[in-house]
């Protein structure tokens, strides 16, 4: 098999912000052309499926700015450096919900959008809720609702396209697997 890969000639960044930083790479392509590509670079993110004892999933609705609206999410969050996705978890878990969790399993990473960013996402899957009296913090320019729905509510925001993220659709399919293998 031919090789697919792209070699770079020169990488230059153009952007370097809070979040994300934007590299335009030159590149040699497998037929010996040159192309260019430009690249987010993203330190990766985390997010939680969270059920609580009543069998709710714990969401967040959040404005974001890119689609001009709200959304239900689950809880979700930038892997600050030096942080493993893990520890990043149970953060975002309870500085989102306020809820805090004993057991944290690793479900599956994938690369959000691999056509143009480097971002890795990790979900796991959140056991042993509780909510606490005095929570974390959430960022001071993070505003969200906090709202438990049952599988059938989380079906049907995915039908209104009040859920509409790649993450929550995987996390309330997952769930939807989970109570089918009960």
């Known amino acids: 098999m031919d090789s697919l890969e792209e070699k ?3 990488s230059e960044m153009i952007f370097d912000g809070k979040i994300i930083k934007v590299v335009v790479d030159d590149v040699i392509l ?3 052309a040159t192309s260019k590509r430009e690249i987010v670079k993203h330190p ?6 969270a059920i609580t004892p009543a069998n709710k ?3 967040v609705e959040q404005y974001r700015k890119p689609l001009e609206k709200a959304i239900v999410e689950i809880p979700a969050g930038k892997i600050e450096l030096g942080e493993a996705p893990e520890w990043t978890a149970g953060r975002e878990l ?4 306020g809820y805090k969790t004993n057991g944290l399993k690793h479900l599956v990473s994938f690369y959000t959008s691999p056509g143009f960013a480097d971002e890795l996402l990790h979900i796991y899957l959140a056991g042993d809720l509780e909510k606490q009296v005095n929570p974390l913090q959430a960022d001071e320019d993070e505003f969200v ?4 729905v049952s599988l059938e509510e989380a ?3 995915i039908e209104e396209q009040v859920i509409c993220d790649a993450k929550t659709v995987y996390a309330v399919q997952y769930w939807q ?6």
Do not use: D
């Open 155 to 157: 079906l049907q925001l």
């Open 44 to 49: 990766g993110a985390v997010a939680v499926v």
């Open 30 to 32: 497998p037929n010996g």
């Open 145 to 148: 609702n906090i709202i438990e």
């Open 8 to 10: 770079t000639l020169k």
């Open 177 to 182: 697997l989970l109570e089918a293998m009960k």
């Open 57 to 59: 999933m714990v969401m």
């Open 94 to 97: 309870e500085e989102e919900t």
